[in-house]
């Protein structure tokens, strides 16, 4: 599976941003979409995710600002960015959970100025 992340930027502190993640490859389905971050000098951390089933689970800091749409068909995830923050900076990630397996896209930078 690969996996090809878009959509990365400067944006003023109140903006929005949307990434995309498109799956590629000779597989049948894919558990799991999401996004992890990463910000300088923090671990990775967990942003959303989107099973199959369309539920989703957010992080705490970004619950009631990011949604995470997924469109099957396309395999394709989204991570709709809202109200945005400088503590929202950071190397987003996409992935895909395809059975045991992880695969990660390449990361995409979001800046948030304040």
């Known amino acids: 599976v690969q996996l090809q992340a878009s959509g990365g930027g400067l944006v003023q502190a109140g903006g929005s941003l949307r990434l995309s993640c498109s799956a590629s490859?000779?597989?049948?389905?894919?558990?799991?979409l999401g996004w992890y971050r990463q910000a300088p000098g923090k671990e990775r951390e967990l942003v959303a995710t989107?099973?199959?089933?369309?539920?989703?689970d957010y992080a705490d800091s970004v619950k009631g600002r990011f949604t995470i749409p997924r469109d099957n068909y396309e395999r394709t995830v989204y991570l709709q960015m809202d109200t945005l923050k400088p503590e929202d900076t950071a190397v987003y990630y996409c992935?895909?959970?395809?059975?045991?397996?992880?695969?990660w896209g390449q990361g995409t930078q979001v800046t948030v100025s304040s």
């Open positions: 992935y895909a959970q395809v059975y045991r397996a992880t695969y």
């Open positions: 490859g000779r597989v049948l389905r894919i558990n799991t």
């Open positions: 989107k099973s199959s089933d369309g539920s989703a």
